[in-house]
């Protein structure tokens, strides 16, 4: 790895952005930004990344979503940064290419081959991370309270992990996948009170809003019947996708299942900028489906 | 009344095969009662391989060659015949597995591919890689469902029922519901495998695995045979009895007592851990006796030399085993071991054809004695023995079931197993199912276990009476119908002990030393005199009797087993 | 030079809470606690055999093999399904830094009692998918004079899934089989897809029909199932690789199918998925109405409608492996 020299107190990672950040989700791409900066990290853009697939790819060809994903990650490689991506699919698909890659001597072998065509080299050895551990231990929960001006106490919220960080347990070594502990680390430090609700290990069904719409909102549904059961004030998830399903489809979902409540939904990085002293307008959360009532 | 052409009881490998061999012919009805599920079977639990002379490996390696490797590893005391038929049709039966979709390993040639095991003077173990009970069991499973088998699951049964000449069919519980049934049946097959649990604590076998095939068919009336023969496999771990394979001892583990001591120089200075599977038993019984076993009576294999890397390539099993199932892993630490009852060479007598003396009844599998194992089982030849005498006693029961016609059934057929449970559920007792389990085991481990001498023995038999009185006075507390597995256990119990007094009988019968039998007090091989087979059937005061039929001797005259 | 052997074992008192249900007997289930001490090397299913035979003879559970090979003991501790018989305790309390356990069973399948449950269902959605090799007989000869002849290299395509014990603890975790009744579940998907690559077999064309009629593309690939199967066969891998045989047989009209093919091409030809669009490529000309309604949030928020996502730079380099894998691929199947 080819170690790039930064003479400053940062934290410095390759940023895979995941492709959800567009069209109305193309101001998370700012705020995360402005968010890492508030806690000394700087992100520098994978400039010739691709979209990893989200697995999907793999129903039609493993290989390719192993080698456009190995490819991937030798940009970061060669950056000399480790890399770091807010998206759990993205995060939990790049991390399962590199396992399988370090695994399978073959494998690793004939990716390469076909990567050599273009003259670049995987070599399997990049640090991934995902929000999650980039806050909770490489910034560290000590730093990250230092940058707090705005905390949030008093505030009940569901912490919500989502599937693709946890499942299976072998793609990361940050935590345990039955009882993991950062995101509820991280909200504590931000002020707010946790509150436990039984579908916390639920799965939002993002995946499913193609293949089949009608199980997806299902299982968003349920999700949020669990949280609104403990009258939280508000559902706090560290991945997009299930913010998505959470805020952008909850209207749907939840009339589909004859239910009468709403309850806001944000992403980790919006409640870490508005501790740090970002405002609701920084953090756009009037471009939320479900309008957020909450004073933050 | 459910009726049926053919009902096997038992869905291990020997009677799902025998149920595909029946249900191929598809006018017949073809159930299969198990108090499991059929996967769940203990031949899924069999790892190292099934025998049959293929010739893919040692193209030398020809079916007379396993015969006789066979006979030799039975210390004389198979019946030659069977041991022939079923070394001359396991090609067939392997390739039939193979045909139905067994996912055996192959050879460079695309061939079933084979390996050594013990005793086996060439290569012929058939294997897929550490799991080919599971492969089969399930194979036979499948196939099953794609013939459209009945199962009937978790229906145990409770008696054998016949007229003293032809078979009438079975008793059964419908574990769920707690109701009891009459089965008709033209044929009956008994395929519920082993008894090693009459060593309760000490043995590798299923908690299952208690013999009721064996008991139903004794309690019958039906001849049991050579049933003091039990084998032991040295290395079992210490709280479960789960077995160690051979391999960690090929690979260089080394057996130590408490004192750390490779006690193996004083037994077999040459061989050390590598000596026969009954010789280090033996070894390891005689350092826990004399005191320098550690504080549970186990000793010690110790694997740490060899170092992380070459345990973690070639004996990963062994270290998910001892970490999942012992608490210890053997890169750190030394793995408490004790040896463990394996497999009974033991049970219902039949002939080639899997029948006993009751017509349209038969066994077949290990809760069968043909006897193709004698003494002491070759490695590989279980699973050879439950497709062989599987499918022979399918098709012979299949033949006798079109020939015959249903007989009248007895009146009142369900009396015997409605007595039974009542004595077990009316009333109440400070006898426990736990207590009278616990010192069985503890009773058959210390009197008729690895070493055997007439004192013990004889004490045996007064510690036997005594369980089976405390027995007769046991009630189980859940009174419940539905899924009363405290009745399943109690009844189970009393298959043990019927079987473990037999077992006690025999080995005190038999003054000589063959195979998994030693007796201290002669501990040579008598072939003047005990080449023969120990017959029990149940007397009057429900106490066995015994008698003695010869081997057949066909081919190969009895020599000095050594290797 | 010999050691004294000192084995290190430790002892804990510990809380068993286990959930009691009679059907026909108790409205609805209810929890015992029982006092358990536990010691290294313990096992779920030790305690549970221990509390049955001193303390309540009436507990009720399955065990057979005791070793992890005949799947009868699956349990959920601690909202885990797990096999009881190679759950050791002593590092689940010390991970949970309470001395207590709850042990629950199996979810989605009715309780025959306490923590047995009928695993009829998912024996019944097991046997729709043909679990069994349909002779091909270019393969497999007519007489047993011969094994049929098959590599090393094939069996590998689907050995692993062998593996399987059908214990059901996929069954139980599966967040689609929660929600779904007619969900086949992981374990049958994975069954017929390991006899579908099976050379022997001639059945797979049913086989993806029977998967299809019971869900293939309703597993949302949680990743759950990977997580408890005790025998490492990763079950929505086995799912992801049914629907890629299932689209290569030609099964193109589906959402799911659809939605493949359009993520697949999308990477190709742009570098990432055209998301405003999907719903019209997936849904036909029902998806007007999603992308219309997106469009106009998005006006709301004084943005600008697109269907078209651009191009990332990275577009060309993933061409070109996208081209070299189809090389691969081909001759591959040759």
């Known amino acids: 790895m080819i170690e790039q020299q930064y003479n400053d107190d940062k934290l410095h990672y390759a940023f895979y952005s995941g492709c959800c950040f567009q069209g109305t989700d193309a101001r998370f791409f700012d705020i995360l930004q402005q968010v890492f900066d508030k806690v000394d990290v700087e992100l520098h853009l994978i400039p010739d990344a691709v979209c990893c697939g989200a697995g999907v790819i793999e129903e039609r060809s493993e290989l390719t979503s192993l080698s456009i994903n190995a490819r991937n990650m030798a940009s970061a490689e060669k950056m000399g940064l480790p890399f770091y991506t807010p998206c759990s699919t993205c995060f939990n698909v790049i991390s399962n290419v590199q396992k399988r890659l370090g695994e399978e001597a073959k494998l690793f072998d004939q990716v390469n081959e076909i990567l050599a065509e273009d003259g670049i080299e995987y070599k399997g050895d990049c640090k991934l991370t995902h929000t999650l551990w980039m806050l909770a231990q490489d910034v560290g929960l000590e730093k990250l309270k230092e940058r707090i001006t705005n905390p949030l106490n008093g505030i009940r919220v569901a912490s919500y992990y989502g599937c693709h960080t946890r499942n299976p347990a072998d793609i990361q070594k940050y935590e345990s996948s039955q009882n993991p502990t950062s995101l509820e680390d991280i909200l504590k430090v931000l002020g707010v009170e946790i509150v436990d609700y039984e579908t916390r290990d639920d799965c939002c069904g993002y995946h499913l809003t193609w293949p089949n719409n009608q199980l997806s909102q299902k299982m968003t549904s349920s999700v949020l019947q669990g949280a609104h059961k403990q009258n939280v004030d508000l559902m706090v998830t560290s991945c997009p996708l299930c913010f998505k399903n959470l805020d952008g489809v909850q209207p749907k979902a939840l009339a589909a299942a004859g239910q009468d409540f709403e309850l806001p939904v944000l992403f980790l990085p919006e409640l870490v900028g508005l501790a740090c002293g970002m405002s609701s307008s920084d953090m756009k959360l009037d471009f939320h489906n479900v309008p957020v009532n909450v004073r933050l | 009344m459910l009726t049926y052409d053919v009902l096997i009881v038992g869905s291990g490998g020997a009677g799902l095969y025998a149920a595909l061999k029946s249900r191929m012919e598809e006018d017949l009805q073809v159930a299969v009662l198990t108090k499991v599920y059929p996967t769940r079977s203990h031949t899924g639990a069999a790892q190292g391989g099934v025998n049959a002379a293929l010739a893919n490996k040692d193209a030398t390696d020809t079916w007379q060659d396993h015969w006789f490797d066979t006979v030799k590893g039975s210390d004389y005391l198979a019946d030659q015949d069977a041991a022939e038929l079923m070394c001359r049709e396991a090609p067939e039966v392997i390739r039939e597995m193979e045909h139905w979709g067994c996912p055996f390993d192959r050879t460079e040639e695309g061939k079933i591919a084979q390996r050594p095991f013990g005793g086996a003077s060439k290569i012929r173990a058939c294997y897929a890689a550490d799991k080919i009970g599971h492969v089969m069991l399930h194979t036979l499973y499948e196939q099953g469902i794609r013939r459209g088998v009945n199962y009937f699951n978790e229906w145990m049964t409770l008696s054998l029922l016949h007229d003293g000449q032809r078979c009438l069919g079975v008793n059964a519980l419908d574990i769920r519901s707690g109701k009891l049934q009459t089965i008709q049946a033209k044929a009956v097959i008994l395929a519920t495998g082993g008894y090693g649990r009459v060593y309760w604590n000490r043995t590798s076998n299923a908690y299952g695995n208690t013999g009721d095939g064996v008991a139903l068919a004794y309690r019958a009336g039906l001849p049991l045979k050579d049933i003091e023969f039990v084998q032991f496999h040295p290395t079992g771990l210490r709280r479960t009895g789960i077995l160690m394979s051979e391999g960690a001892r090929g690979e260089g583990g080394y057996l130590l007592n408490a004192l750390g001591e490779r006690f193996m120089s004083r037994y077999a200075p040459e061989k050390m851990e590598l000596g026969p599977r009954d010789m280090v038993s033996r070894a390891i019984e005689t350092e826990v006796r004399e005191g320098r076993g550690g504080p549970d009576g186990e000793v010690f294999l110790d694997l740490v030399h060899l170092g992380k890397e070459r345990i973690l390539e070639r004996l990963p099993q062994i270290r998910e085993l001892c970490c999942g199932f012992e608490g210890v892993d053997p890169l750190e630490e030394p793995i408490p071991i004790k040896p463990t009852a394996h497999y009974s060479m033991g049970g219902i007598s039949t002939d080639i054809n899997g029948l006993t003396p009751i017509e349209g009844v038969y066994a077949a599998g290990e809760s069968g004695c043909v006897s193709v194992h004698g003494a002491n089982r070759l490695g590989g030849n279980s699973l050879l023995d439950i497709l062989v005498f599987g499918r022979r006693a399918g098709n012979h029961a299949t033949e006798y079931a079109r020939q015959t016609d249903i007989q009248p059934m007895l009146q009142n057929p369900l009396a015997p197993a409605e007595t039974c449970i009542k004595a077990l559920m009316d009333g109440e007792s400070s006898e426990t199912i736990a207590d009278i389990r616990r010192d069985l085991g503890n009773l058959m481990a210390k009197k008729a276990g690895i070493y055997r001498n007439a004192a013990d023995l004889t004490e045996g038999q007064a510690g036997l009476a005594e369980l089976k009185a405390r027995y007769k006075r046991l009630k189980i507390k859940d009174k419940s119908q539905a899924f009363n597995t405290e009745l399943t256990t109690a009844l189970e119990l009393g298959n043990l002990l019927d079987l473990a007094e037999i077992v006690v009988e025999g080995a005190l019968v038999r003054q000589e030393s063959r195979g998994s039998h030693y007796r201290e007090d002669f501990p040579q091989r008598n072939d003047k005199d005990w080449l023969v087979h120990t017959v029990a059937t149940r007397g009057r005061d429900e106490r066995p009797v015994l008698h003695f039929e010869p081997v057949k001797i066909t081919q190969f005259q009895p020599e000095a087993r050594t290797y | ?334």
Request: a positive charge; one cysteine or more; hydrophobic letters at 35%.
């Open chain 3, 1 to 334: 030079m010999t050691e004294k052997i000192t084995p290190k074992r430790e002892k804990l008192l510990a809380n068993l809470r286990v959930q009691r249900y009679t059907p026909g007997k108790d409205r609805a289930p209810y929890f015992d606690n029982f006092k358990v001490e536990v010691e290294t090397g313990m096992t779920v299913l030790e305690a549970l055999r221990y509390i049955k035979d001193t303390q309540d003879g009436s507990l009720t559970f399955r065990a057979f093999c005791r070793s992890a090979i005949c799947g009868s003991c699956t349990v959920v501790v601690n909202g885990n399904p797990v096999l009881a018989c190679s759950t050791q305790l002593m590092p689940i309390l010390k991970d949970f830094g309470k001395a207590s356990v709850t042990i629950t069973p199996l979810q989605r399948l009715p309780i025959l009692r306490d923590l047995v449950v009928d695993i009829d269902p998912v024996i019944e959605k097991l046997a729709k998918m043909h679990p069994y090799l349909m002779e091909n007989r270019d393969r497999i000869p007519e007489t047993l004079e011969q094994e049929s002849l098959m590599s090393q290299k094939e069996l590998s395509e689907f050995n692993y899934i062998t593996d399987c014990i059908l214990c059901s603890a996929c069954f139980s975790a599966c967040s689609t089989v929660k929600v779904d009744d007619n969900y086949a579940g992981p374990l049958t998907i994975a069954k017929a897809y390991r006899y579908s690559v099976d050379a022997r077999d001639s059945f797979r064309g049913m086989r993806i029909q029977a998967a299809m009629d019971q869900g293939l593309w309703s597993c949302v690939q949680c990743r759950k199932c990977i997580n408890v199967c005790p025998k490492d066969t990763r079950p929505a891998d086995s799912i992801r690789h049914m629907r890629r045989i299932a689209i290569d047989d030609g099964i193109h009209d589906t959402p799911g199918s659809r939605r493949a093919k359009a993520y697949t091409d999308d990477v190709e030809k742009i570098g990432q998925v055209n998301k405003p669009m999907l719903p019209v490529i997936v849904h036909g000309t029902k998806g007007w109405a999603a992308i219309e309604a997106a469009e106009a949030a998005l006006a709301k928020h004084g943005l600008e409608p697109t269907r078209q996502v651009c191009t990332l730079p990275g577009q060309e380099g993933a061409a070109k492996i996208y081209a070299k894998v189809r090389e691969i691929e081909k001759k591959e199947k040759a």
